[in-house]
């Protein structure tokens, strides 16, 4: 889970579709998609899903579908990110054991927990505090981070309040990956900002 993953918001592409978002990020260096739709029906959920599987798959960059597991099962995802309140982890990987399965930590317990979950990586969620991430406890920190990061055997895919100015500390801090929304869903050139966000990430 290494380099820059975009997270969808349709709310935040200016009136430009989620396929073109998803394309420039793709071709601005983003290592996985995960579409995140909090208000959208199942029909539509799914065929988003398949539209953006189909649009990726050239690329070789795996689509992950937030939250929903019978989504991603429906739309051949190649993973899934879940939360504290969603379908445990160990029922997830049951259900799809060859997928990417990502878990968001927001407590210390959750940390601790996580250690003996079956998934491929934590979301450390929110790293700062963020208007797109409004239903969680607290920001963990830059400081946060790094404690995580000392004490997990999980890589770590930072989100929250990710974005150029933000992306260097978060990868010095010990992320394996970082998270972004609006920083490229939002972006004059979602291709040219996601291309930066690697670039600061990996400098």
Request: proline residues 5%; hydrophobic residues 45%.
């Amino acid at each position: 889970m290494n380099g820059v993953h975009l997270v969808t918001d349709r709310g935040l592409c200016r009136g430009r579709s989620l396929e073109a978002i998803v394309l420039a990020a793709v071709r601005g260096g983003a290592a996985s998609v995960q579409l995140r739709e909090k208000d959208l029906a199942t029909r539509p959920f799914v065929e988003e899903a398949v539209r953006l599987k189909a649009l990726l798959a050239p690329w070789k960059v795996p689509l992950i579908i937030n939250d929903r597991v019978d989504v991603a099962l429906a739309a051949g995802a190649d993973g899934v990110h879940v939360g504290q309140q969603d379908m445990p982890c160990a029922l997830v990987r049951r259900l799809m054991p060859g997928a990417l399965i990502g878990l968001s930590v927001e407590t210390w317990e959750d940390v601790e927990r996580a250690q003996d979950e079956p998934v491929d990586y934590l979301g450390v969620s929110p790293v700062f505090a963020t208007p797109t991430k409004t239903d969680t406890l607290g920001a963990w920190g830059l400081e946060g981070l790094a404690r995580i990061r000392a004490f997990s055997r999980h890589p770590l895919v930072a989100i929250g309040g990710v974005n150029l100015e933000t992306i260097a500390a978060v990868a010095k801090a010990g992320a394996h990956g970082a998270a972004v929304v609006s920083a490229i869903c939002s972006a004059e050139e979602p291709e040219q900002a996601c291309r930066e966000l690697l670039r600061r990430f990996t400098n």
